[in-house]
C-alpha cells in the first residue's frame, strides 16, 4: 500500500485551463503539504494543512487553492494555469503540526506541464 | 531556521563510506538538524535527524559537531541505489513550521 498517493502522476494541459492533482495519505497523520519542486529542482513549500485547517501559506498565488476534505486528504486546485506553474508538486504528510520527528512522508510527486 | 551550505556535489566509490559535510553556523540551541534524500524523480526521503548527540539507524549516522556548527551524515557503505540529492536541513524541532529544502548535496556513487 502506497503511504502518500498522488494523482496524476503526469498532467499535461494548455495555459489557462484550470486543473487538480490530489493526494491521500493513509498514515493516519493529521498534518499535510504541498510542495513545488521547480525546473532548477528547488523544493519549495506551498501549504500545510493540519486537521483540515490551513497553517501554513506560503507566497503562493491566489490561482492556487487548496481543499481537505478530511485529514486524509489535501487537493490542489489551479485556476489559469501560466508556463511558471510547470513544476513537480509534492504531496507530503507528518504526524502532528509540530512534526516533532521531521519525518515527512512524500508522495511520488506528479508533474505538471504547462503549454 | 538557521541557513545550511553543502558542497553542491560529490563522488563515492561503491562499497566505500560516502560522508556528506553540512555547515549551519547559525544553529540556535533549540534548532534540530534533519536529512533527507530525494533519488531521481522521487519524493524526498527521510534519513536521520538529531540535536546533540551523534545518531545511527539502519540508513546512516549523523554526527554532530560539540559546538553544533556542523554535522556529518555518514553512508557507511555506499550502494549504487544511494546517487541522491541529499538535503541537510536545520529547523526547530517542536514548530509548526514545514521543512524547506536547500540545494542539497548530489551524490553519485560509483562502480
Known amino acids: 500500500d502506497t503511504a502518500v498517493s498522488q494523482t496524476p502522476k503526469y498532467l499535461v494541459t494548455q495555459m489557462g485551463n484550470d486543473k487538480s492533482i490530489k493526494c491521500e495519505q493513509n498514515l493516519g497523520h493529521d498534518t499535510m503539504y504541498w510542495y513545488k519542486q521547480d525546473s532548477k529542482k528547488f523544493l519549495k513549500i506551498m501549504f500545510s494543512y493540519n486537521n483540515k485547517e490551513l497553517i501554513i501559506n506560503e507566497t503562493v498565488p491566489n490561482r492556487f487553492s487548496p481543499k481537505s476534505p478530511d485529514k486524509a486528504h489535501l487537493n490542489l486546485h489551479i485556476n489559469s494555469l501560466e508556463l511558471g506553474d510547470s513544476a513537480v508538486y509534492f504531496c507530503?504528510?507528518?504526524?502532528?503540526?509540530?512534526?516533532?520527528?521531521?519525518?515527512?512522508?512524500f508522495g511520488e510527486g506528479s508533474r505538471l506541464t504547462v503549454l | 531556521d538557521a541557513k545550511t551550505t553543502q558542497p553542491t556535489s560529490m563522488d563515492c566509490a561503491e562499497g566505500r563510506a560516502a560522508n556528506l559535510p553540512c555547515n549551519h553556523s547559525t544553529i540556535s540551541g533549540n534548532e534540530y538538524v534533519y536529512w533527507y534524500r530525494q533519488i531521481h524523480s522521487q519524493g524526498p526521503q527521510y534519513i536521520i535527524h538529531g540535536l546533540k548527540n551523534n545518531e545511527t539507524n539502519e540508513m546512516a549516522s549523523l554526527i554532530i559537531t560539540e559546538d553544533r556548527k556542523s554535522s556529518t551524515l555518514i553512508l557507511p557503505h555506499a550502494t549504487l541505489r544511494d546517487t541522491a540529492v541529499y538535503y541537510c536541513i536545520v529547523r526547530v524541532g517542536n514548530s509548526g513550521y514545514a521543512l524547506n529544502f536547500g540545494k542539497g548535496t548530489s551524490l553519485l556513487v560509483t562502480p
Open positions: 507530503a504528510s507528518s504526524q502532528g503540526v509540530a512534526a516533532n520527528t521531521g519525518e515527512l512522508f
